[in-house]
T-cell receptor
Framework: DAGVIQSPRHEVTEMGQEVTLRCKPISGHDYLFWYRQTMMRGLELLIYFNNNVPIDDSGMPEDRFSAKMPNASFSTLKIQPSEPRDSAVYFC??????????????FGPGTRLTVL | GQNIDQPTEMTATEGAIVQINCTYQTSGFNGLFWYQQHAGEAPTFLSYNVLDGLEEKGRFSSFLSRSKGYSYLLLKELQMKDSASYLCAVRDGDAGKSTFGDGTTLTVKP
């Protein structure tokens, strides 16, 4: 398996623009997670899905952020409008199941977002 | 909620042994994970503990004491490539949700 795939790997945009990050989880994994990592705040969970359904979005910072998972092999994280404080590395991760070591999360390579 | 504490930085010598501690306070507990993250890369899974005791996996071992809210990652025979950030993550009662500590940056010197 190719692992979790994210695109783009790098994104530089200007404040106010819309940004869309994409993720393809590992086939057969029922859970998908979106994280944001910064030096100041570390690795933060934004939202996660189970079988394409959003379960917990309490980590989404504000209404400018939205995430969708239209099918088992694709998810997007959208920021509209973007702000400089959104600059971070955004990771997508997936895991197989609910209990034990099957909850091991496999991370994608991340998208490094810079908002000018 | 979760509160996870790890030392910010550690330094050790190639060939030595290092122990990275993690303490946590949780409203529920359903497993503890250790991840390794090299600079500029994604976190990768190292170990998982849900019961008290030691889990050994090659040069890496992880220990858990649920009553003390304490875990450690033990790295033996350190190599230069072990220089990385080590993240402790605790899964709460909600099986899908893990909270990550800020990570411990380990520098291995010759």
């Amino acid at each position: 398996d190719a692992g979790v795939i994210q695109s783009p790997r790098h994104e530089v945009t200007e404040m106010g623009q819309e940004v869309t990050l994409r993720c393809k989880p590992i086939s057969g994994h029922d859970y998908l997670f979106w994280y944001r990592q910064t030096m100041m705040r570390g690795l933060e969970l934004l939202i996660y899905f189970n079988n394409n359904v959003p379960i917990d979005d309490s980590g989404m910072p504000e209404d400018r952020f939205s995430a969708k998972m239209p099918n088992a092999s694709f998810s997007t994280l959208k920021i509209q409008p973007s702000e400089p404080r959104d600059s971070a590395v955004y990771f997508c991760a997936s895991s197989m199941g609910l209990a034990g070591s099957t909850d091991t999360q496999y991370f994608g390579p991340g998208t490094r977002l810079t908002v000018l | 909620g979760q509160n996870i504490d790890q030392p910010t930085e550690m330094t050790a010598t190639e060939g030595a042994i290092v122990q990275i501690n993690c303490t946590y306070q949780t409203s529920g507990f359903n497993g503890l994970f250790w991840y390794q993250q090299h600079a500029g890369e994604a976190p990768t899974f190292l170990s998982y503990n849900v019961l008290d005791g030691l889990e050994e996996k090659g040069r890496f071992s992880s220990f858990l004491s649920r009553s003390k809210g304490y875990s450690y990652l033990l790295l033996k025979e350190l190599q230069m490539k072990d220089s990385a950030s080590y993240l402790c993550a605790v899964r709460d009662g909600d099986a899908g949700k893990s909270t990550f500590g800020d990570g411990t940056t380990l520098t291995v010197k010759p």
